[in-house]
């Protein structure tokens, strides 16, 4: 499993685009990107995955480069209720074997 | 929306008890995972498992775990014996499909406290 690479925290303002990048040099080829939100005392939720290039939802989009090493979830114009811990995963699809693992994320807090 | 539910929201046990947590993955799913976080730190994977046997363990998961879908709809983790160190929230999740990243719903846990 590719390891990844966040920063530990961030801070932003209300109405703020904000930018979380990671890193995953050993990113395999049928590796996918998938980030994952948590708030404080509940489970973590999707956000959004992708393999390439740009991917967008309703809630955010995730830009990956054509060498795919580094991933960038954006989230446009945060609220103070986008405070949590964000995090990115890597792993392959379609193996039978799904060991998920979670990094240590990027602790975003969203001032007033 | 469907959801994961999990059963009960709070644990509270002596050392060397057994305990049973259970989960109601949704519906559908076909792929069940159990997962710890204590407190302050990070998500840590313990067990995948699906068509009613484990994918995937973690080192976490010894021989003091186990899992089991007893029915059509629960999915337990069973821990032997509690120790301190067990203390922690155990967070459930079901995915629809096999693969390791595909979106998976997670319950609202249960907060675990071996005392």
């Known amino acids: 499993l590719a390891k990844t690479t966040q920063p530990i925290s961030m801070d932003s303002y209300e109405g703020q685009e904000v930018n979380i990048t990671c890193s995953h040099n050993n990113i395999a080829t049928n590796d996918y990107i998938t980030w994952y939100q948590q708030f404080p005392s509940q489970g973590p939720r999707f956000i959004i995955q992708?393999?390439?290039t740009k991917v967008t939802n309703e809630v955010a989009s995730l830009f990956i480069p054509a060498d795919r090493k580094s991933s960038t979830l954006s989230l446009p114009r945060v609220s103070l209720s986008d405070t949590a811990v964000y995090y990115c995963?890597?792993?392959?699809?379609?193996?039978?074997?799904?060991?998920?693992?979670f990094g240590a994320g990027t602790r975003l807090f969203v001032k007033a | 929306e469907p959801e994961v539910t999990q059963t009960p929201s709070h644990q509270v046990t002596q050392m060397g008890q057994e305990v049973i947590l259970r989960c109601v993955p949704i519906s559908n799913h076909l792929y069940f995972y159990w997962y710890r976080q204590i407190l302050g730190q990070k998500v840590e994977f313990l067990v995948s498992f699906y068509n009613n046997e484990i994918s995937e363990k973690s080192e976490i998961f010894d021989d003091q775990f186990s899992v089991e879908r007893p029915d059509g709809s629960n999915f337990t983790l069973k821990i032997r014996s509690t120790k301190l160190e067990d203390s922690a929230m155990y967070f459930c999740?079901?995915?629809?499909?096999?693969?390791?990243?595909?979106?998976?719903?997670f319950g609202p846990g249960t907060r675990l406290t071996v005392l």
């Open positions: 995963l890597v792993g392959d699809r379609r193996t039978g074997g799904f060991k998920t693992i």
């Open positions: 992708g393999y390439k």
């Open positions: 999740a079901s995915s629809a499909w096999e693969s390791s990243d595909n979106e998976q719903f």
